[in-house]
C-alpha cells in the first residue's frame, strides 16, 4: 500500500522569521502612511486658507481696498448680522468674528476648520487666526487697514493655523492662558516655549508638535498660501517688541516693506 504523504507545515524558527518580517515591514510603512495621510491634511487645509485667502482678496474688492477688522461689536453691526450664519461657531454675545465677514465669498463654514486640529468646536479658540496687524481689532475707535497702505502684502502675514481667532508677535513669544498660541513652538519643539496653561482642555494638542509636520500653513497679505516652519513664524515675531511690531520690518508688519 502506498502511503499519503502528508503537507509539510512551517517550524517554530520560519514561522517566528515570518513575523519578524512583518514586524520589520509594518515598522517601516506606518510611518510612511501616517506622512502621506498627513500630506493629505496639510493640501486640504492649504486649500481651505486658499479660499479663505481668496475671500479677503473679493472682500477687500468690495470695501474699497480695505482688509476687514478681525472682531466687531453686535452693536455696531446692527441688525444684519443675524443673516450672516446660523452657526453659532464664529460669534459671541456681543460680537461676531472675522470668519463670518468672509464666509459670503468662500460659500463654506467648513473651510475654517483643519482637518489636522482634533480640536473644532468653537471658532473663537479655532483653527485659524488672522495677523492683527492687519485684520485689526474692531474697536469703536478702530478703522480697517487699507490694502493700499500694507508695501509688500506678498511677505506680510495675513492668516495662519492658530490657537485662535487672532494673533500678534507678543502672543506668539509668550503665549497665555487664552490659547493663544501658534502650533510648533511649544515644549519640545525647535522654539521650545514654556508648557501654556489653556482653558480648554486638550486643545494645545499641536503646541509642540506643530500642526503640519512642525510647521503651520501661511496666507500673506495678497492671498497667496505657503507652509512655513513655525520657527520662521517665531523668529519674524521675535524681531518685533511689542504687539504691533511699530518701527520693526518683520513679515507681521504690514506697514513696513518685509521684503
Same mark, same amino acid.
Given at each position: 500500500?502506498?502511503?499519503?504523504?502528508?503537507?509539510?507545515?512551517?517550524?517554530?524558527?520560519?514561522?517566528?522569521?515570518?513575523?519578524?518580517?512583518?514586524?520589520?515591514?509594518?515598522?517601516?510603512?506606518?510611518?510612511?502612511?501616517?506622512?502621506?495621510?498627513?500630506?493629505?491634511?496639510?493640501?486640504?487645509?492649504?486649500?481651505?486658507?486658499?479660499?479663505?485667502?481668496?475671500?479677503?482678496?473679493?472682500?477687500?474688492?468690495?470695501?474699497?481696498?480695505?482688509?476687514?477688522?478681525?472682531?466687531?461689536?453686535?452693536?455696531?453691526?446692527?441688525?444684519?448680522?443675524?443673516?450672516?450664519?446660523?452657526?453659532?461657531?464664529?460669534?459671541?454675545?456681543?460680537?461676531?468674528?472675522?470668519?463670518?465677514?468672509?464666509?459670503?465669498?468662500?460659500?463654506?463654514?467648513?473651510?475654517?476648520?483643519?482637518? *489636522?486640529?482634533?480640536?473644532?468646536?468653537?471658532?473663537?479658540?479655532?483653527?485659524?487666526?488672522?495677523?492683527?496687524?492687519?485684520?485689526?481689532?474692531?474697536?469703536?475707535?478702530?478703522?480697517?487697514?487699507?490694502?493700499?497702505?500694507?508695501?509688500?502684502?506678498?511677505?506680510?502675514?495675513?492668516?495662519?493655523?492658530?490657537?485662535?481667532?487672532?494673533?500678534?508677535?507678543?502672543?506668539?513669544?509668550?503665549?497665555?492662558?487664552?490659547?493663544?498660541?501658534?502650533?510648533?513652538?511649544?515644549?519640545?519643539?525647535?522654539?521650545?516655549?514654556?508648557?501654556?496653561?489653556?482653558?480648554? *482642555?486638550?486643545?494645545?494638542?499641536?503646541?509642540?508638535?506643530?500642526?503640519?509636520?512642525?510647521?503651520?500653513?501661511?496666507?500673506?497679505?495678497?492671498?497667496?498660501?505657503?507652509?512655513?516652519?513655525?520657527?520662521?513664524?517665531?523668529?519674524?515675531?521675535?524681531?518685533?517688541? *511689542?504687539?504691533?511690531?511699530?518701527?520693526?520690518?518683520?513679515?507681521?508688519?504690514?506697514?513696513?516693506?518685509? *521684503?
Amino acid at each position: 500500500m502506498s502511503q499519503k504523504q502528508r503537507g509539510h507545515g512551517f517550524t517554530l524558527i520560519e514561522l517566528l522569521v515570518v513575523i519578524a518580517i512583518i514586524s520589520i515591514l509594518a515598522a517601516i510603512l506606518f510611518p510612511v502612511f501616517a506622512r502621506a495621510r498627513e500630506n493629505a491634511r496639510r493640501a486640504s487645509c492649504m486649500s481651505n486658507l486658499k479660499q479663505i485667502g481668496l475671500g479677503v482678496m473679493m472682500y477687500v474688492q468690495d470695501y474699497d481696498e480695505d482688509y476687514p477688522l478681525n472682531w466687531q461689536s453686535k452693536v455696531s453691526m446692527g441688525a444684519p448680522w443675524t443673516t450672516l450664519s446660523s452657526k453659532a461657531d464664529f460669534t459671541s454675545s456681543s460680537s461676531v468674528f472675522w470668519p463670518l465677514f468672509i464666509q459670503p465669498y468662500t460659500k463654506s463654514e467648513q473651510v475654517f476648520y483643519c482637518p *489636522s486640529s482634533t480640536y473644532d468646536s468653537s471658532g473663537t479658540y479655532g483653527n485659524y487666526g488672522v495677523n492683527r496687524i492687519i485684520l485689526k481689532d474692531g474697536s469703536s475707535t478702530a478703522t480697517a487697514l487699507s490694502m493700499a497702505a500694507v508695501p509688500s502684502p506678498a511677505t506680510t502675514y495675513m492668516i495662519m493655523d492658530a490657537g485662535i481667532y487672532r494673533l500678534n508677535p507678543t502672543d506668539i513669544k509668550g503665549p497665555g492662558a487664552a490659547c493663544n498660541y501658534l502650533p510648533g513652538t511649544g515644549p519640545g519643539s525647535a522654539v521650545n516655549l514654556p508648557a501654556m496653561s489653556c482653558a480648554l *482642555s486638550g486643545l494645545p494638542d499641536d503646541y509642540a508638535t506643530g500642526r503640519h509636520f512642525e510647521g503651520v500653513n501661511m496666507v500673506f497679505g495678497d492671498g497667496h498660501v505657503k507652509w512655513l516652519k513655525s520657527e520662521t513664524v517665531y523668529r519674524e515675531a521675535a524681531k518685533c517688541s *511689542s504687539g504691533t511690531c511699530s518701527g520693526t520690518a518683520s513679515a507681521w508688519n504690514a506697514l513696513l516693506d518685509n *521684503s
